[in-house]
């Protein structure tokens, strides 16, 4: 069982439209972070979220942490094909990660 | 500067056989996880070293899963005697000590159990 859960679990839309992914959890993590990971290659980190409520933006990217820091969403405006692949989220406490089952995204051209 | 570097990049073995896979982190990066990455599913954290020294093996089958980091550097994980179920992704991970820093991912090994 997954501490955290991801929604929607696959996703698939054209060039040039907008993705929300969403990272739900009934546990309090010190942060959360999201990690992409493309076919046959590990997970990279795209960001960290400490503070509730903060909220990040990398280039077409907004990342959101809930204010009981317990959820997470990703936002992506205007999504690139080369935005495709599997998106994580983790949760991080006592210096550990719980990771969601991901995101597969795919955008088509 | 390096990233942390694992192989065999991929294994097929028969049930009941034994197999290792070896990580060498990024230098100077004194933590060092084993991740399962089940198809479908988020990585599952098996062993975490600080340096030399195990600081959570709690969710490592210790019946069959054995793991080591001599000189804390190099790591290996071995699977002894291997299960269907043991077919999965195993990502190493390595990550300065303290707080703040990020988990570097190897590209992983791909063990596939027959």
Partial sequence: TQLLEQSPQFLSIQEGENLTVYCNSSSVFSSLQWYRQEPGEGPVLLVTVVTGGEVKKLKRLTFQFGDARKDSSLHITAAQTGDTGLYLCAGERDYKLSFGAGTTVTVRA | EAGVAQSPRYKIIEKRQSVAFWCNPISGHAT??????????????????????????????????????????????????????????????????GTNYEQYFGPGTRLTVT
């Fill in chain 2, 32 to 97: 060092l996880y084993w991740y399962q990455q089940i198809l479908g599913q988020g990585p599952k954290l098996l062993i975490q070293f600080q340096n030399n020294g195990v600081v959570d093996d709690s969710q490592l089958p210790k019946d069959r899963f054995s793991a080591e980091r001599l000189k804390g550097v190099d790591s290996t994980l071995k699977i002894q005697p291997a299960k269907l179920e043991d077919s999965a992704v195993y990502l190493c991970a390595s990550k300065k000590s």
